[in-house]
């Protein structure tokens, strides 16, 4: 079996745990309820659930790593988009129903845009080590960026907007994760480990881990399944882009018509992201007309009383 059939083939093995842990966090989710706040987060401690999905997506991203061994970024990426497919029916089969056809429209328009965003959006990937202090003012943009999401997350009124941009604050989480992790292995292939372990890197890695891990948690609270994992699904991506062109000191090949095409893709990434969002979490249903069929019911039975 050549590289490229043994990347993909584990790329999406990490799909499925990625898209198995999301459908396990909503579950979760579900059942939990409540603020994302320290008591939250001492019951998140206690429950077995919690620790599969923490296992599960750990798992994806160290099958992530492998697939980097055999294929490219630019390969490798669009097949991690997947998890989005994988996600959807066991999250609607942990609610007693069916996946949607506003569900699938909405996966299949945020998969194709974000695929065809990741390749336009590509950049070099060859760039500048980051060396101590390097980290530390990558660790500190993108904890800043993260707080910034939360705290709009947190003051947000709509559950929509609050469940995205905890999505949002997630997914910078993860992207600066990989930026600390591709610095821990530059310093150790060149320094040895004795410098690895000394390097800022190892605490940026277990911060932002813990951060994204909690903040994707507290993202599908009221909300179905699709809309967090895309959201994550995109910024992560788009935040790793930044942080390589910003800090890493790589290059953006895709020229003039690579920011055309990257932005008509986004459009129709955020077309299914919102097609997701609107979604009612226990009927698959468009949120709004899940609440007229309950008035109406309401309004009948009111009607009948009478």
Request: proline share 4%; aromatic share 6%.
């Amino acid at each position: 079996m050549s590289g490229a059939w043994i990347a993909a083939a584990v790329a999406l093995a990490s799909a499925v745990c990625y898209g198995t842990g999301a459908a396990t966090q909503r579950r979760l989710a579900a059942r939990l309820g409540g603020p994302l706040d320290r008591r939250m987060v001492g019951v998140l401690m206690r429950q077995r659930l919690w620790w599969f999905a923490v296992a599960l997506n750990g798992a994806g991203a160290a099958l992530h790593v492998v697939v980097l061994a055999y294929g490219t970024l630019i390969v490798v990426q669009p097949l991690g988009t997947l998890a989005l497919v994988f996600a959807l029916p066991w999250a609607a089969r942990w609610s007693g129903r069916r996946v949607s056809r506003r569900e699938w429209w909405g996966a299949l328009l945020t998969v194709a845009g974000l695929s065809v965003l990741l390749v336009a959006a590509a950049s070099s990937g060859e760039g500048r080590p980051l060396g101590p202090s390097g980290a530390l003012l990558t660790l500190g943009a993108v904890l800043l960026a993260v707080a910034a999401f939360a705290a709009a997350g947190r003051f947000a009124r709509r559950p929509r907007w609050r469940s995205g941009l905890y999505a949002a604050a997630a997914g910078a989480a993860f992207a600066g994760g990989s930026a600390m992790t591709k610095a821990l292995t530059d310093t150790a292939t060149a320094q040895g480990v004795l410098a690895a372990v000394a390097h800022p890197a190892p605490a940026g890695i277990a911060a932002l881990a813990a951060a994204g891990a909690l903040l994707s948690q507290a993202a599908y609270r009221g909300s179905a399944v699709g809309a967090p994992l895309a959201v994550i699904n995109l910024a992560n991506p788009l935040s790793s882009v930044v942080v390589g062109l910003t800090f890493l000191g790589e290059t953006y090949q895709g020229g003039v018509w690579g920011v055309v095409v990257a932005a008509a893709a986004g459009l129709v990434a955020m077309r299914g992201v919102f097609l997701l969002a609107t979604v009612d979490p226990d009927t698959g249903e468009p949120a709004g007309r899940a609440g007229r069929g309950e008035r109406a019911g309401a309004a009948g039975r009111a009607t009948g009383d009478g």
